[in-house]
């Protein structure tokens, strides 16, 4: 069958699954732009800015685990998807970016709207490709979702020149399969190492898991938890491992690192055997490495070979799929309970930093713990997702949302890219049209892609958008607070009135000052049936606690002071204590002392 | 820190020595030279590294090597009987009194004289990388006006053949993986 490189184009896309893409028209793509309008079966969801569908193919890849696809013209479409590409590479994200490209004769001239997308994409693709011939095209299509998807996932960027979307050529998607002899997307790890893993593990008295992405994209939960139950041993998980594990599974302590609760990284110091499952040691996660873990052997699955003693030195490298992995180790590992170790570890629960915040008075100020965890429990029955963007909010949605399933938070971890959460909750939204979507955003991060709202107008979708407004670029600021005397250099900021920014974009938008309006203006936003921005007016000068210095020790945490409103109160473990005892601590602070007294029926509910 | 060398065999396509290169540049490793070219076998090319690093940093340079979609395979030639050559040319500055000298050492290097004038020669020299930093070394007194080295090419003594699998991490390429990709990556 002959078609146009366009119409290939999308007969491949078709072929792969394809129902929804995520573009912006140009030049050098109108050719495909034109075949387009011949494959009713494609959404295209017209984006406002081209970052906006890396993120929203980004998005739509986290909520579905398929790949996701974004198409942009060349030059200044292609430069302005990098930050998106970048953002999925670090996340190890399968989408596939298709950019339109000058003709081929004209490449290297400097001819318009001409970029060396190929070269600036290089470090930041799993893999790319130049196209200058129809014929080309279906191979390369075929092969970037074959990378992208297998092995650790990534972004894949196809370049296609005008005049190859343009000439004809003959169609065959058999002919097309992958030829990638010096691909190797797995690795089997060798029986003995699986021994000597199974043999640390039946030795270590004092274990504990530290769960990432890799679960996730390998689909392991139910086998580390059968890990974890039959050696007793405590789990840990990164930012992006957040939702793997249950946040309700008596073997999840939290989440580890920089603003980690504190008695995971005082666990990970004591531990005599970390299992790395799916993570990558990030600086964000270890702090200083000089002083990181010492007392721990280490064994690491994961299925990136390079990721093996690049950060940390390990004792055991099991390279290949997690799932496989544990699969093959678990008849080997000895049922253990760990009772010393697990006292331990509640000790230091007990008494350090459980962050009770439903528990503390409404003093007439809005804090954006209240607010997140007050989301949480009105939308905690519903099949959620959550998509955050970077900063402070982000790391108060990691403390204060409990997440319970897989995929349910989205959030920027490695590349940490503000203007992300509003983009990918779109294509979250469109992965999961039955699921709610929450955003969660920072006033600054939300104005940098908040002209997305267009999109969700023009595509009629219903997305949640929580501003977490504190007039600052509030991480930045913390770090001047704590590591620049409190010089706030260009870290106020200003914003437009978000209400009024919602309504002009046909949306209903609500601005909200106080603690007692934020659960039924929440339930509001669910009942509405649009779009719904809500302007959270929060206090200003939070801070994110408790704190690991960058490149400090990860025991070495900065707490929440004593006086702070927001106290650690030392209560009980995650709002589950009964009324009677949280009343008896002296850190609680007392009923009487709140602006609306609580009957003791609302306290058990926490 | 040590020197290693690793052979990598990467499919002929464009682009690729700029994958190779930006890999390099990107992750900081530190490299002596890298030379290029053809094989025996159509469609392959041939790049021989010299880094100056530590074992750990040797291994990580050849996990990501092999990480890039058109690497077909890495050996690792650091421990194992094997010939490196390197080709030099040098031009050196000769006076009526000083040629007799120099073409002395040519003669002690087996190097040869391929470009003579009334006030320099150009001399080609073959051999290890050592072999031709010394005779750089015994050629300055006289005046090296230019010097240029193509970087170490090499090549595994015997007709054993080194690894039969990649020997990453001490793994093996997956049974998932599709047969006659592995089939083909091996054969190269």
Not at chain 1, 193 to 217: C, D, S, T, W, Y
Not at chain 1, 428 to 457: H, N, R, Y
Request: a neutral charge; aromatic letters at 6%; hydrophobic letters at 45%.
């Amino acid at each position: 069958m002959k078609l146009t490189g366009a119409e290939i184009i999308w007969e491949c896309l078709v072929r792969e699954g394809v129902d929804v893409v995520f573009g912006y028209p140009g030049g050098a793509i109108l050719p495909t732009y034109d075949a387009l309008t011949k494959y009713p079966q494609i959404h295209h969801v017209l984006v406002r800015h081209e970052q906006g569908a890396t993120h929203m193919a980004d998005g739509y890849a986290r909520a579905s685990g398929k790949v996701g696809v974004a198409i942009a013209t060349s030059g200044p479409g292609a430069t302005n998807m990098v930050t998106g590409i970048a953002t999925a590479m670090m996340d190890s994200s399968p989408i596939v970016c298709l950019t339109g490209q000058v003709g081929s004769r004209a490449i290297g001239t400097d001819a318009f709207q001409e970029t060396d997308v190929t070269g600036v994409t290089l470090p930041i693709t799993k893999h790319n490709y130049l196209v200058t011939k129809p014929g080309d095209i279906a191979r390369a299509i075929c092969e970037a979702f074959y990378i992208a998807a297998s092995g650790r996932p990534g972004p894949v960027l196809i370049d296609i020149t005008k005049d190859a979307q343009q000439m004809a050529a003959e169609f065959d998607w058999a002919a097309a399969a992958p030829r990638l002899p010096g691909y190797r997307p797995s690795y089997q790890a060798p029986a003995t190492e699986f021994a000597r893993a199974a043999e640390l593990i039946n030795v270590a008295r004092r274990p504990l898991i530290l769960a990432g992405q890799g679960i996730l994209k390998s689909g392991a939960t139910a086998e580390v938890l059968q890990l974890a139950a039959t050696a007793g041993i405590p789990i840990t998980t990164t930012l992006l491992g957040i939702g793997v594990i249950p946040a309700s599974s008596e073997f999840n302590l939290g989440m580890m690192g920089m603003h980690g609760e504190a008695w995971v990284n005082q666990a990970i110091q004591q531990a005599d055997l970390l299992i790395a499952l799916g993570m990558r040691f990030d600086d964000r996660v270890t702090g200083n490495l000089k002083t990181y873990a010492l007392n721990a052997k280490k064994i690491h699955v994961d299925i990136d070979p390079t990721e093996m003693n690049k950060n940390v030195p390990v004792d055991v490298a099991l390279v290949g799929d997690l799932r496989g992995v544990l699969a093959q180790l678990l008849p080997q590992v000895r049922p253990a309970e760990h009772r010393e170790w697990w006292a331990t570890i509640n000790a230091e629960r007990g008494d350090a930093a459980v962050r009770d915040v439903q528990a503390l008075p409404d003093s007439g100020h809005l804090y954006a713990a209240h607010v997140i965890n007050d989301l949480w429990r009105a939308t905690k029955a519903h099949d959620t997702v959550v998509v955050t963007d970077v900063g402070q909010h982000q790391m108060w949605e990691a403390q204060y949302y409990r997440h319970e399933q897989p995929r349910s938070l989205i959030t920027s971890g490695g590349l940490g890219t503000m203007g992300f959460a509003l983009p990918a909750a779109i294509g979250a939204k469109f992965a999961c049209p039955d699921k709610e979507v929450w955003v969660v955003v920072g006033d600054g991060g939300f104005q940098m892609t908040s002209c997305e709202l267009a999109t969700i107008a023009q595509e009629k979708i219903k997305i949640n958008v929580a501003i977490i407004n504190n007039a600052f670029l509030g991480m930045v600021r913390q770090w001047q607070e704590f590591f620049y005397e409190k010089r706030y250099a260009a870290t106020p900021l200003t914003g437009p009135d978000f209400v009024k920014l919602a309504e002009a974009y046909g949306l209903k938008g609500v601005r909200v000052t106080a603690r007692a309006e934020v659960t039924g203006t929440v339930e509001d936003a669910r009942a509405h049936g649009g779009t719904v921005v809500i302007d959270f007016r929060v206090e200003q000068e939070d801070t994110v606690f408790p704190m690991v210095p960058a490149g400090a020790d990860l025991a070495d945490m900065i707490r929440r002071p004593k006086r702070d409103v927001l106290a650690e109160t030392g209560a009980d473990r995650e709002w589950q204590m009964p009324p009677a005892e949280l009343a008896a601590r002296p850190a609680a602070v007392k009923p009487a002392r709140r602006k609306t007294a609580r009957p003791p029926a609302a306290l058990a509910r926490l | 820190m040590a020197k290693h060398t690793r052979i990598a065999y990467v499919e002929d396509v464009p682009g690729v020595l700029n994958r190779v290169t930006s890999l390099v540049r990107r992750r900081n490793f530190n490299i002596d030279s890298l030379t290029v070219g053809r094989t025996e076998q159509p469609g392959v090319s041939r790049l021989t590294f010299v880094l100056e690093a530590s074992e750990h940093a040797a291994r990580l340079v050849e996990a990501n090597l092999y990480k890039l979609v058109n690497v077909l395979r890495v050996d690792d030639l650091t421990h194992k009987p094997a010939l490196t050559r390197e080709l030099g040319l040098v031009k050196v500055k000769v006076t009526p009194e000083t040629r007799a000298q120099v073409l002395q050492l040519v003669e002690v290097f087996r190097a040869r004289v391929v470009d003579v004038d009334e006030a320099t020669l150009v001399i080609e020299v073959t051999g290890t990388p050592e072999k031709i930093g010394k005779f750089d070394l015994v050629l300055r007194p006289y005046g090296v006006v230019e010097l240029v080295r193509t970087g170490a090419v090499a090549m595994a003594r015997g007709h054993e053949p080194l690894s039969s699998n990649p020997p990453l991490v001490r793994a093996e390429v997956a049974a998932e993986m599709p047969s006659e990709t592995a089939d083909l990556a091996m054969s190269v």
